[in-house]
C-alpha cells in the first residue's frame, strides 16, 4: 500500500520532463512532505488507539473528522 504522496511523487517522476527545474522542485517538495505525513499519520494512529477506539461510539471516521477538522459527509 503507498500513500497519496508516494503515488504523487511517482506520477510526478513518470510523468513531469525531471530536467527542468519546476518539475524538479515540485518533486524535492513532495519528498520534504513525505516525512510529515508519517508524523501525522503516526500521531492520528497513537490518539486513536488512545483516545478512540475506547469510545466504541466513536467510528474512526468520526475520529478523523475530529482530528482533522473535516465534515462528515
Do not use: G, H
Given at each position: 500500500?503507498?500513500?497519496?504522496?508516494?503515488?504523487?511523487?511517482?506520477?510526478?517522476?513518470?510523468?513531469?520532463?525531471?530536467?527542468?527545474?519546476?518539475?524538479?522542485?515540485?518533486?524535492?517538495?513532495?519528498?520534504?512532505m513525505?516525512?510529515?505525513?508519517?508524523?501525522?499519520?503516526?500521531?492520528?494512529?497513537?490518539d486513536?488507539?488512545?483516545?478512540?477506539?475506547?469510545?466504541?461510539?466513536?467510528?474512526?471516521?468520526?475520529?478523523?473528522?475530529?482530528?482533522?477538522?473535516?465534515?462528515?459527509?
Amino acid at each position: 500500500m503507498k500513500t497519496p504522496m508516494q503515488e504523487l511523487l511517482e506520477w510526478v517522476r513518470a510523468t513531469l520532463p525531471m530536467d527542468l527545474e519546476t518539475p524538479q522542485m515540485i518533486e524535492e517538495k513532495i519528498e520534504s512532505m513525505l516525512e510529515r505525513e508519517k508524523e501525522v499519520m503516526q500521531d492520528f494512529a497513537t490518539d486513536y488507539e488512545r483516545e478512540c477506539r475506547i469510545n466504541l461510539e466513536r467510528s474512526i471516521e468520526k475520529c478523523w473528522d475530529e482530528t482533522f477538522n473535516t465534515k462528515e459527509r
